[in-house]
C-alpha cells in the first residue's frame, strides 16, 4: 500500500525557517517525481515545488523561489522541503504527492499534510 | 501563475447530476490535455478523481466524468451521493515543469 507521511510542521516565528520531511512507503520511491502542495487556511490547493526521480532537476513556484529548497534522499525514501525567510503567508498545511507521468501529469497518492504556521 | 477559476460552490439533490466548471488559459488548460481532478476532505489526503481531462483512474465510479472546451474543463458527477459531498479541486499542467490548480469547488449534496 502506497503511504506518504509528513512530519516537521509547527508554529515558527516570521523570518524562521523550518525542514518538512514526507517518509514514503508501498512503492519505489526512486522512480518517481515527488511534489509539494500546499493550503492556507480556508484557501485552495496551491501547488509548491517538484523535484525529479534522482533529485537533480527541481522548480518551484513563483511565492516561494529562492527561500524554499525541495530535496530528496532516496535510500531513505524521504522527501525534504527546507523552508527559510518564511512569512505569514507560507502559513498553510503542507501536502506530499507523488507524481503520476503515466497519468496525465497528475498527483496520485497524497499524504495527509503538516501544518506549519508562521506568527509571532 | 493565477489560479484557475472554479465556482466557490455548487450543490444538487441526490440522484441529480451536477457539473464543476474549472477555467484556465491559453497557456494551461487550452494548450495541455493534461487536466486533473481532485476530491479533497479537510484534514485528509486528496483524492485523484480524473487525469488526463476524461480518464479515471481504477477504482474511481463511472459516475465521475471530466471533459473540456477551450480553456474550460468540466467535472461532472452523476448520481449524486451524499458521499460526494467535499471540496473539488481541477489541476491543470501550465508547461515549464509548473501546475496550477484551482481555488476550489464545494459540493454541498441537499
Known amino acids: 500500500e502506497v503511504q506518504l507521511v509528513e512530519s516537521g510542521g509547527g508554529l515558527v516565528q516570521p523570518g524562521g525557517s523550518l525542514r518538512l520531511s514526507c517518509a514514503a512507503s508501498?512503492?519505489?520511491?526512486?522512480?518517481?517525481?515527488m511534489h509539494w502542495v500546499r493550503q492556507a487556511p480556508g484557501k485552495g490547493l496551491v501547488w509548491v515545488s517538484r523535484?525529479?526521480?534522482?533529485?537533480?532537476?527541481?522548480t518551484y513556484a513563483d511565492s516561494v523561489k529562492g527561500r524554499f529548497t525541495v530535496s530528496r534522499d532516496n535510500a531513505k525514501n524521504t522527501l525534504y522541503l527546507q523552508m527559510n525567510s518564511l512569512r505569514t503567508e507560507d502559513t498553510a498545511v503542507y501536502y506530499c504527492?507523488?507524481?503520476?507521468?503515466?497519468?496525465?501529469?497528475?498527483?496520485?497518492?497524497w499524504g495527509q499534510g503538516t501544518l506549519v504556521t508562521v506568527s509571532s | 501563475q493565477s489560479a484557475l477559476t472554479q465556482p466557490a460552490s455548487v450543490s444538487g439533490s441526490p440522484g441529480q447530476s451536477i457539473t464543476i466548471s474549472c477555467t484556465g488559459t491559453t497557456s494551461d488548460v487550452e494548450i495541455y490535455n493534461l487536466v486533473s481532478w481532485y476530491r479533497h476532505h479537510p484534514g485528509t489526503a486528496p483524492k485523484l478523481m480524473i487525469y488526463?481531462?476524461?480518464k479515471r483512474p481504477s477504482g474511481v465510479s463511472n459516475r465521475f466524468s471530466g471533459s473540456k472546451s477551450g480553456n474550460t474543463a468540466s467535472l461532472t458527477i452523476s448520481g449524486l451521493q451524499a458521499e460526494d459531498e467535499a471540496d473539488y479541486y481541477c489541476c491543470s499542467y501550465a508547461g515549464s515543469s509548473s501546475w496550477v490548480f484551482g481555488g476550489g469547488t464545494k459540493l454541498t449534496v441537499l
Open positions: 523535484i525529479n526521480s534522482d533529485g537533480r532537476n527541481t
Open positions: 508501498g512503492f519505489t520511491f526512486s522512480f518517481y517525481w
Open positions: 504527492a507523488r507524481f503520476a507521468v503515466n497519468r496525465g501529469a497528475s498527483f496520485d497518492y
Open positions: 488526463e481531462v476524461t
